[in-house]
């Protein structure tokens, strides 16, 4: 873990916010979608959310149940500067998912674009699950991006797992009840074009 940690303090520390390959301006497709499936008082954590402006991008549409969960303190701690004052209204925990002390049932939705696909150890991913099964709420929403099937085979200096719609959802298996998914063609900040499965869950 501590290996991972340093990875990607390193990765935020050596650029900047917004060159990284998976910066977006806004995170359109991941608002609409948790707009589609909660409501404003709902509890989202956003798996990976680092320096992500989605938590801007929910502040703005009224959610104030957020929390940005992270490995690199660093990406975090860009996230809080660039909100202000309204970073006092977010949870933030700098931890690795697979060991993060999350809440039992205590979230109405899980985020997570662009984590699960670096996840190339089985047992990491089993525990991924785990952490599904305990934090989300019986009937909550989870909506996980991925590398589709045409997507890169390595991403900042690390190999990752491309995932078929069907695919993904063999991964999380029968507690989670696949709505849905679409695919996204993001364009990296150096022009490179990179295929996003976005699929999307209920949890029984």
Request: hydrophobic letters at 40%; one cysteine or more.
């Amino acid at each position: 873990m501590a290996d991972r940690r340093q990875h990607w303090e390193t990765v935020y520390g050596s650029k900047a916010v917004d060159q990284v390959s998976w910066f977006q301006p806004h995170a359109a497709s991941s608002l609409r979608l948790i707009e589609e499936c909660a409501g404003k008082d709902a509890h989202i954590i956003d798996v990976g959310g680092g320096a992500s402006v989605l938590v801007d991008d929910l502040l703005d549409a009224g959610y104030r149940n957020l929390t940005v969960l992270d490995l690199a303190e660093s990406a975090l701690a860009a996230s809080r500067a660039r909100l202000g004052e309204r970073a006092r209204s977010v949870q933030w925990i700098a931890a690795d998912i697979i060991h993060a002390e999350l809440p039992a049932a205590r979230y109405d939705v899980w985020h997570d674009r662009a984590v699960f696909h670096f996840l190339t150890d089985p047992a990491d991913r089993a525990r991924y699950v785990e952490q599904m099964l305990k934090s989300v709420k019986p009937g909550g929403r989870v909506i996980v991006a991925a590398f589709g099937p045409g997507g890169p085979l390595q991403c900042s200096g690390l190999d990752v797992a491309r995932y078929a719609p069907d695919a993904l959802h063999a991964e999380f298996g029968g507690d989670f009840r696949l709505l849905g998914h679409e695919t996204e063609i993001h364009r990296t900040p150096a022009g490179k074009e990179q295929e996003f499965v976005y699929s999307y869950y209920v949890r029984s």
